[in-house]
């Protein structure tokens, strides 16, 4: 099995911009689009933020983005998706449901939300009683088959920048109530912090991606008899590299990180399936 995993997009849809600023808005998202779906893969996924400030028109322009390609295109809520709309209205336009889980012949995948409705001064994770109580049931039943989950915060002291404020699943929430029933293998996937980071903590992998806007790069998953393969892949088209600096000058609510991203550790990983 494959997936291509992409992180914090920040689709922007700008009131009002300049010809020259459409123009690059146009080519860095069209191409960073194209080299994102033109891979072939089982699942496509967003980790959340998949939109910059949650709006309708965002969701709808980069839906038509990805729909003409006709992927099996996956997505978790991130804390800007939910921004300007309650969460069933998002929800509603992209078809998606909340939290599920996929069984495959190879492994188990768990999309989950970690998301907050409509809280601009709090973007920290929350999870609440009867979600964790379906992961956790998810990960008994998954028993030692590898189990990936997805999710836009990471748990709290996993990754880079999971240890500050609103930068991870609030604390006081045991995400591990859930996690440490896994037998065998289990990956967890995120964004949020804009930080590459892989980091190893009992049997688990925490696999996390910058922002698309500070390395525009995607992870590919590949699950096999005996290991699940993680690399990483990165867009290098001329729209793609100049787009950034453009767009951001003309963003609310994003900056650059120039400290995104993480050492040749935090890009590939290799974790050995125990049978």
């Known amino acids: 099995m494959k997936l291509i995993v992409m992180g914090d997009l920040h689709y922007s849809a700008f009131e009002e911009g300049s010809p020259e600023v459409e123009q690059v808005h146009a080519a860095y998202y069209g191409k960073l689009i194209e080299r994102f779906l033109?891979?072939?893969?089982?699942?496509?996924?967003?980790?959340?933020?998949?939109?910059?400030?949650?709006?309708?028109?965002?969701?709808?322009?980069?839906?038509?983005?990805?729909?003409?390609?006709?992927?099996?295109?996956?997505?978790?809520?991130?804390?800007?998706?939910?921004?300007?709309?309650?969460?069933?209205?998002?929800?509603?336009?992209?078809?998606?449901?909340?939290?599920?889980?996929?069984?495959?012949?190879?492994?188990?995948?768990?999309?989950?939300?970690?998301?907050?409705?409509?809280?601009?001064?709090?973007?920290g994770g929350f999870v609440d009683e009867e979600q964790l109580n379906w992961l956790e049931e998810t990960v008994i039943a998954s028993g030692s088959k590898p189990l990936l989950v997805f999710a836009h915060h990471p748990v709290h002291l996993s990754t880079v920048g999971s240890e500050v404020v609103m930068g991870s699943i609030d604390p006081d929430i045991d995400m591990w109530r859930a996690l440490k029933h896994k037998k065998g293998i289990g990956l967890y996937f995120n964004g949020h912090t804009h930080n590459e980071s892989?980091?190893?903590?009992?049997?688990?992998?925490?696999?996390?991606?910058?922002?698309c806007l500070d390395i525009p790069a995607f992870r590919i998953v590949e699950v096999g008899a005996d290991e699940v393969a993680i690399t990483t892949i990165e867009a290098t088209d001329k729209e793609i590299v100049d787009g950034p600096p453009v767009l951001c000058a003309n963003m609310k609510h994003f900056s650059l990180n120039t400290f995104a991203r993480g050492q040749e550790s935090d890009r590939q990983v290799r974790v050995a399936l125990v049978r």
């Open 198 to 211: 892989i980091v190893a903590k009992e049997n688990w992998t925490f696999v996390q991606m910058g922002a």
């Open 38 to 123: 033109e891979q072939e893969a089982d699942y496509h996924i967003s980790l959340g933020d998949l939109t910059n400030l949650g709006v309708e028109r965002e969701l709808r322009e980069i839906y038509d983005l990805i729909s003409p390609w006709n992927r099996r295109f996956l997505q978790v809520l991130g804390n800007h998706d939910l921004n300007d709309r309650a969460r069933a209205e998002v929800l509603a336009q992209t078809g998606q449901p909340r939290y599920h889980s996929i069984e495959t012949d190879e492994a188990v995948l768990a999309f989950i939300d970690t998301a907050r409705e409509q809280e601009l001064d709090n973007w």
